[in-house]
């Protein structure tokens, strides 16, 4: 039986991630194979263990766990070490003495304690003395209420997490109101900025891109382009001399660099560079982002038949943050580089194998798996294969971050 699983990103206020709350599908269902939530809620912990390494899934950061009355009751979380795991209290779990007694045993054991979609009942207040993290639904509450529980749980010492957090204007709202922590996709909605207002680096960096997606490449002129960004410059060299290429000789020009990558390489390797420096005042789990879904593009290509076309589609997935990275239209961007058209059609919204792509790749990422289920059904390809592309995906994605 395969079993699936997508990360949340959880942001504080500098913009890096804190944590990743953890989501688990068992099977090709979008629900475990029994009616008992309580042993769904133990299969979670028991994958997190056994099926999926922890580390290459939250980093250093840590992870939210779901948990049910029978998890909490009989310390199943403690499987888990203490310090990546964050113990999350669902909103249906009644605060009994049991609860009281089993989450205080979790916290004397350093455990983080959350509450999840919380909503103020007196009978809370015992739970509330132990908790570290409140999580506020932002799209249930109102704006009365998530501001009155921020004034009076902050001061008891708690730490506000803002959930489902879609734009920028919420974000930016919770982060008046005093909220620490923010769940959502906020980042994915771009604050458009005229094009005066863009930085000039930014500026240079399209028109690297705007040079390597030309019908033809003058790549003498490519290479004394990218001398010119000192950054870019110093990444594409530690790259291709990075263990992902493995060559047997030192490569010491940009020049050389190119030609050793060829030209369909270049596009895929230059863009990625590209994007990853443009979005330097960026949340870096957006670049992450991009990184993941190029790489998911890449790996389903084969699986569409459309092998011939991975560069094409890793570009779509990297593309797809593009709008949020420079603050601009995403039609407006794309008009300024040449890509292909079904490329171009996915990336601007229009329906098309291209777009079904895409879409499959963004609902892995949300763990929205019904979506996952009707696409692939689609498309065609193998759902049992979907965990470990995701896999691959997260693990390639974080270790090219670090070259």
């Known amino acids: 039986m395969e079993h699936f699983i997508a990360r949340q990103p959880i942001f504080d206020t500098n913009n890096k991630v804190y ?15 029994c009616d008992d939530a309580d042993y769904a809620a133990a299969s979670i912990i028991a994958n997190t263990n056994l099926l999926f390494d922890l580390n290459e ?24 070490p ?38 103020y009942h007196e009978n809370y207040e015992p739970l509330l003395e132990l908790a570290d993290i409140i999580k506020v639904d932002f799209l249930l509450s109102d704006v009365a209420e998530q501001e009155h529980l921020a004034k009076t749980m902050i001061p008891r010492g708690i730490k506000m997490l803002a959930e489902k957090v879609e734009t920028y204007e919420v974000y930016e709202q919770a982060k008046q109101m005093g909220y620490q922590l923010f769940q959502g996709y906020y980042f994915a909605r771009p604050v458009i900025i005229s094009r005066k207002d863009i930085p000039t680096n930014k500026i240079q960096f399209l028109r690297i891109l705007k040079d390597i997606h030309a019908e033809e490449v003058d790549f ?41 990558l060829g030209l369909r390489e270049i596009r895929s390797w230059i863009s990625l560079l590209s994007i990853a420096s443009m979005a330097e005042d960026k949340p870096a789990e957006l670049v ?26 890793f570009l779509m997935g990297l593309f797809s943050l593009l709008d949020v ?24 919204g229009t329906s098309g194998t291209t777009k079904n792509i895409l879409d499959l790749v963004i609902a892995m990422e949300k763990g929205e798996w019904e979506q996952v289920s009707a696409l692939a059904t689609e498309l065609q390809i193998d759902e049992q294969k979907l965990p470990s592309c995701y896999l691959d995906a997260v693990k390639w994605a974080q270790d090219i971050y670090s070259i």
């Open 19 to 33: 944590a990743y709350e953890l989501l688990f599908r068992s099977g090709l269902h979008n629900y475990f194979d």
């Open 57 to 80: 899934m939250i980093g250093d950061t840590k992870a939210f766990i779901n948990c049910t009355a029978k998890v909490l009751r009989e310390d199943l979380i403690t499987t888990l």
């Open 82 to 119: 203490r310090q990546y795991a964050v113990v999350e209290v669902l909103e249906d779990v009644e605060p009994d003495a049991s609860i009281i007694a089993a989450c205080r045993r979790l916290k004397d054991q350093g455990y983080l304690l959350a509450l999840d979609d919380f909503v």
């Open 220 to 260: 003498k002129k490519l290479a004394l382009t990218i001398q010119s960004e000192v950054s870019l410059s110093y990444k594409l060299l530690k790259l291709i001399n990075s263990a992902a290429f493995a060559l047997r000789h030192k490569v010491t020009s940009i020049l050389q660099a190119l030609s050793l």
């Open 288 to 313: 992450i982002s991009s990184l993941i879904r190029a790489r998911l593009c890449e790996k389903l290509a084969q699986q569409c038949k459309m092998g011939d076309r991975k560069e094409d589609l």
């Open 325 to 348: 990275i420079m603050s601009r239209p995403i039609d407006e961007i794309l008009s300024e580089i040449t890509v292909e058209d079904d490329i171009l059609e996915a990336l601007t």
